[in-house]
Each structure stands twice: as structure tokens, then as C-alpha cells.
């Protein structure tokens, strides 16, 4: 039957009525006429169906969070697990709902799935690994123990030798001790090292040297608690020009730039690191061929 003859079928009009007042249902219209679904379902384009008719299904909260799932870039066998339904009902749920717009954005969620898959995976060695370094540490800590004073002025020369202002070859004049590192615990050896060469705390100077991008102030607040000084002890900041084309990685609150430590009229100190390093070598030297 064609879409022209059941405009002019005088039970249309009629089906479209009842299905209005009183509201008979589909079955009760396709078996007081005596026709097909597809020929009922013509008749009643455009009539909502009664209020009667509509039965509250058990799934649609299920379906409301499987479409949550899917905006939130979840695939369909993961809201399937999710919401426990089979993927097939996953899929015609959220099939109106394609993940990527993009080929970036799949770019992007296959990005995500690796890393998902690589965390799943190394998850348990990274605890085997994070647990064996913590024994080690506490182990080798308990070993090193209480330094001695001469164990801490060797120790320290060491520390100077590797980060603090050296002597040129081609210009032999000593300008004192001046210190420069990142790390706090270093800068802390550095000052106890000072203290037993018998130079007092309160006469060193400080100074930070930092991207001109970072949060001066603050870091400059941290580095004064780390060293027991007030912010005021602090000379002007260093500044580190930006460069637009480096990748820089240590940005964000971590990052408080490196402090300077100067040690002032300690010509003669320096004389003496240098020769306690002179000293180590020798001595490392000797133990060897011994």
C-alpha cells in the first residue's frame, strides 16, 4: 500500500483520533484495523505516544551514565565493564557520540590508552623498585652515620671542588669562597663546612640566581628559611634571560634557581680547600696502589 493511498485511507483519520482520546495503543489500533506496524506507524507520524504508554525503564539510568562515560572519552568496552551491559547495548547507547572529532583527538586518546596500559603494567614493578630503594637508602644511612668534624671538612671540600668558583689557570688571583647550587641539602653542608673552618654564619652573604620568569619573591622566601636568615640578608637577585625557543622543565613552585653563598676575606680559606683536596687525591692515589 503506498504512502498516497493511506492519506486518502479513511481509517488514518480515525486511528489518529483514537490514538489521541482515548490513547489506544498500538496493538489495540493495529488490531481494531486490521493493519501492519509500518502502515500504523505512517498513519501516526507525528502523534506522541499516550502518557499511559510510557513505562519506566529499569536502564535509563544505566544509558545516562554510559553517555557520561562516552563524553568523558571512555570507550565502548569500558562502558560496557562500567555499567554491566553487554557491548552491543554499549554501543547503540552511544553510538551518536563518535570519541574523536579530530584525527588530533584520537591522536590524543590513543596517547592516553598507551599510558593507561603502561601504568597497568609497570605498576607493580615500580613498587618493587620504589621499596628496594627505600631499604637501600636507610640501609647505607645507617652506615654513614655521625660525621666527624674531619670527616665533615673532607667531605665539604669535595662538595666546594665540584660546584664552587675555582682558580683559572690563566689568572691565579683568589677572589674567596663563593658557592652556587640548587640543592638545599648541599648548601646546608656547605654552611656547616664554613662554621668549622671558623667563619660564623652571620657574616656570609647570599644571593639567587633564577629564571627571570619564576616567582622571585617566593623563592627567595624559601631559600631564607632553608639557611635560618632573614629575606632582608638577600643582595639582588641574579636574573636568568628568557629564551622563548628553550624547553625549560624546571618551571612551576619547584623551581627556587640556584643560591649563592659568599664567604667574605676567605683568600686564605680557599688556599686551604685547595690543599685538602690535594690531599684527598694523594691520599685516593696511595690507597690505590697500595
Known sequence: MTTSENVEDPRRAEA????????????????????????????LSGINPPEWTRRPNAKDDLKERAIELRLEGATVPAIALEVGVSKSTAYQWTKHLPLDQTPEQAAERERRRVARMDEVRW??????????????????????GDLTDRELILTGA?????????????????????YINSDPGLI???LRYVELLGV????????????ETADIPAATRWWADVVGVPVEDFRRATLKKHN???VRLNVG???????????PKSSRLYWEVEAVMGGIVAGASRRRLG
Request: one cysteine or more; aromatic letters at 10%.
Open 188 to 190: 646546608l653542608l656547605f
Open 244 to 246: 622563548p625557543s628553550t
Open 123 to 144: 605498576e607493580p614493578h615500580r613498587k618493587e623498585r620504589d621499596a628496594a630503594r627505600a631499604a637501600t637508602g636507610e640501609r647505607l644511612e645507617a652506615w654513614v
Open 16 to 43: 489518529r483520533r483514537l490514538r489521541i482520546d482515548p490513547g489506544l495503543s498500538r496493538s489495540q489500533l493495529m488490531q481494531r484495523f486490521g493493519v501492519g506496524n509500518g502502515t500504523l506507524s505512517e498513519w
Open 200 to 211: 660564623e654564619r652571620g657574616k656570609l652573604t647570599y644571593r639567587l640566581s633564577i629564571h
Open 253 to 263: 613552585d619547584s623551581y627556587r634557581g640556584c643560591l649563592m653563598v659568599y664567604v
Open 158 to 178: 669535595v662538595a666546594y671542588w665540584c660546584e664552587g668558583a675555582k682558580e683559572k689557570p690563566w689568572g691565579k688571583t683568589s677572589k674567596g669562597l663563593q
